[in-house]
């Protein structure tokens, strides 16, 4: 029998699209060499030690968790024996201005209903479960097409069968915000359906739709966390890409896609060095890619640099980490977010000003988790402001005085809404877009590359296979977009379309 070949594949980076790629790639017998920029893996996803505190800097739960537990099945032995994964119960702990509040079930759309009616009574109740009824339908029929497969073309849509009842059950033309007024009479609904257009960095005045499947996603999915923080899954997954074969090599910056004849055949690192390739998978913004490692003009290139040029940037995060001493008041649950009292103003100030956000809503992660304190009368914090992109055409987050005042009246906002934070407080860090952008190379700090907003924002992003021979994209700003689960099927989903190359001479 015919041994088949063996494909040498470089991987620009080491998030985790890049890594799940690499390892099953490497799995089936391909030579896979990642080269990362930094001095570390993971990309975003990170928990990080500061005293006697560990912080999720990144993700902060685990979605879709089926997506890693295949990778790892798949590439060797089972990840529910190499860590621990609990439910988080309630996924969510929303509050309002009006003192009124509601808590999220995980993974139980009876008790949400349940706590609805409680908090808002029969009708309210009735209004979201009809909605996530529309919002599972619209699941089943984007998963397929939309997430789980490559999206070429408009085109490759129109050949589905039921295509007429498809469009008109993920509605393209109507937007997060205008679906949510149709479906959610009740104001406190639509700020929770409004929230999920800023999981893809977006305003949910112009996201599409068919974003409310994410509402969806997490009620039958789950929302689960790993004990020790969110960066133990970067390790895990860093881990077996060295079970399985897959080369390292750390502070070594990829500064060029050498290209010959419209194919890509190589890189050339920071210090001269080049190495030849048959195939290229970029873990990149996809600005960066298309703008900064591929030189001059390239006709191949014109629709997707006029595409980046076009597409919004999506939101960045001014972040708080807090270690706080443990005193009576009640444990805040993992998730806690405090709505403000005009959440427009929040998209205007982000989208439409450019500047950080007055009265912002305020997303509050404490894990209860011995394994992220050194003390059992502590616990850590992770506070999460949305904001615009750090630069130019955005907001200059480089004045470090302007960052700790802004902090200040972040948390001033929190114990407005009766949550102490002053009198037990051990240890504050900041870190703003700009340092998001210097740690993980992410152009002006924005955590998901381009937004979802418009209609034909899916068909946009930069798609897996480049319109370069030989290249690849995964990551956040690649289809099928951003958060992890999204970033692991993209490194599933390129894994498979260079699977084809075993049998191929490279060209």
């Known amino acids: 029998m015919e041994r088949p070949h063996i494909v040498k594949i470089v991987v620009i980076g080491a998030g985790m699209g890049g890594m799940t790629a690499a390892a099953r790639l490497a799995r089936s017998g391909h030579s896979v060499t990642v080269y990362e920029a ?50 988080v119960n309630p996924s969510f702990d929303y509050r309002f201005t009006d003192g009124t509040s509601v808590k999220f079930a995980n993974s139980s759309r009876h008790h949400t209903l349940n706590a609805i009616r409680e908090s808002y009574g029969d009708e309210v109740s009735g209004y979201w479960e009809n909605m996530m009824k529309r919002a599972t339908r619209m699941w089943d029929v984007s998963r397929e097409p939309f997430i789980e497969s490559e999206l070429r073309s408009p085109l490759s849509l129109l050949k589905r069968r039921s295509l007429v009842r498809d469009i008109l059950t993920i509605a393209p033309w109507k937007s997060l915000r205008t679906f949510a007024n149709e479906q959610l009479p009740d104001q406190h609904l639509r700020f929770i359906l409004d929230r999920y257009a800023t999981y893809s960095g977006s305003d949910p005045r112009r996201a599409p739709a068919v974003l409310a499947t994410i509402a ?104 708080l980490l807090l270690g706080l001493r443990k005193n009576e008041s009640p444990k805040l649950s993992h998730h806690t ?9 929040e998209f205007n100030s982000i989208f439409n000003d450019k500047k950080p956000v007055e009265k912002p809503t305020i997303y509050i992660c404490s894990p209860d988790d011995d394994a992220m304190v050194k003390s059992p009368d502590l616990e850590s914090w992770s506070v ?124």
């Open 38 to 87: 930094s001095d570390t893996y993971g990309g975003k996803l990170r928990t990080e030690w500061i005293g006697k505190f560990a912080f999720d800097t990144g993700p902060s739960l685990l979605t879709l968790p089926a997506v890693y537990k295949d990778f790892f099945i798949r590439t060797g032995k089972p990840l529910g024996l190499l860590c621990e994964i609990t439910p």
């Open 216 to 319: 969806y996603v997490e009620e039958a999915f789950g929302a689960w966390h790993i004990k020790g923080g969110l960066g133990t899954l970067a390790q895990l997954v860093q881990q077996r890409c060295v079970d399985v074969g897959v080369n390292f090599h750390f502070n070594s910056r990829v500064k060029q896609i050498i290209i010959k004849k419209g194919v890509a055949e190589g890189v050339v690192l920071a210090d001269g060095s080049e190495i030849t390739a048959d195939r290229i998978v970029a873990n990149a913004d996809a600005e960066l890619i298309y703008n900064q490692l591929i030189l001059g003009e390239n006709r191949k290139l014109r629709k997707v640099r006029k595409n980046l040029k076009a597409a919004d940037t999506s939101i960045a995060g001014f972040t």
């Open 337 to 345: 977010i405090l709505f403000p009292e005009d959440y427009d103003a």
């Open 384 to 507: 999460l402001v949305n904001a615009p992109f750090h630069g130019v055409n955005g907001f200059d987050w480089s004045d470090e005085k302007f960052a700790r005042d802004y902090a200040q009246k972040i948390i001033d906002q929190i114990e407005a809404r009766g949550i102490s934070v002053r009198d037990r407080l051990e240890t504050l860090s900041i870190r703003t877009p700009a340092d998001l952008e210097l740690s993980a190379n992410a152009p002006g700090g924005s955590i998901y590359g381009t937004s979802s907003n418009g209609a034909k924002a899916a068909f946009m992003r930069a798609k897996n296979r480049s319109p370069i021979k030989n290249l690849y994209c995964v990551g956040g700003s690649a289809h099928p977009g951003g958060g992890l689960p999204l970033v692991g099927m993209s490194g599933e989903i390129v894994a498979n379309a260079i699977g084809s190359a075993r049998n191929e001479q490279p060209k």
